[in-house]
Every structure is written in C-alpha cells, then in structure tokens.
C-alpha cells in the first residue's frame, strides 16, 4: 500500500501533532482526548497489578491469580494497540511523506517486541 498525495494531510486530528523531532530526540505529542485515555487505562491497570499483589499476600487460589494476570495483559494489550493505531495514523505516515523509510524498521522491531 502506497502513500499517495491523497494522504499529504494528516490522517486525524492528532497526526499533525502526535510526533515532533527536538534534535534527535522523536516525542509524541498526543491530544488531549488520547493521552486522557492512554492514562486512565494504565491507571486501572495500576490498580490491577496492586489487586494481584495483594491476592497474593493473601495466598489466594492460584487459579484466580493467574486469571487476573491474563487480564492485566490482556488491558496492557488494548493500551498497546490504541497507541500503535495513532502511531501508525500519525507518526509512521509523517514520517514515510517525509522520506524516511527507517521508520518502517522502526515499527517491525517495536511490533516483534508486542507479539513476543
């Protein structure tokens, strides 16, 4: 799939402001919507993983741990593939317009980490 002169402006209101360079240093730079959502979810994940703690300190089932475990990785996941729809939304095509063909290395290296 090409990127055509079609996909010159950004793809959804955060692409024009989902990544800045400074330097050599990429940042996002996500709305406000987004980043609300990104960190209400890792707060309740948060939240999780302090449930699962203290399951164990109680020396629950371990059955029941371990279903709380699937469903902290299971929330992990959902944050991961929110943030990787607005990265490739924004941030890869920006930088694929731009010439820059590293970032598709970028991406396959980040999506291998994903789906050890």
């Not at 050599?24 to 209400?40: A, F, M, P, Y």
């Not at 593939?81 to 396959?108: A, F, N, P, W, Y």
């Amino acid at each position: 799939m090409g990127v055509g002169p079609e996909m010159a402006e950004p793809v959804n209101e955060q692409a024009a402001e989902c990544c800045a360079q400074e330097g050599t240093l990429r940042k996002s730079h996500h709305s406000e919507k987004v980043k609300n959502n990104l960190i209400s979810r890792l707060n309740r994940i948060e939240g999780q993983i302090r449930g699962i703690k203290g399951l164990i300190e109680k020396d629950t089932y371990c059955d029941d741990v371990l279903n709380q475990i699937a469903s902290v990785q299971s929330a992990l996941n959902g944050v991961g593939k929110l943030l990787l729809e607005h990265h490739l939304k924004s941030c890869v095509i920006e930088r694929i317009q731009e010439g820059d063909m590293e970032v598709v290395t970028e991406l396959m290296t980040t999506m291998n980490k994903l789906i050890k």
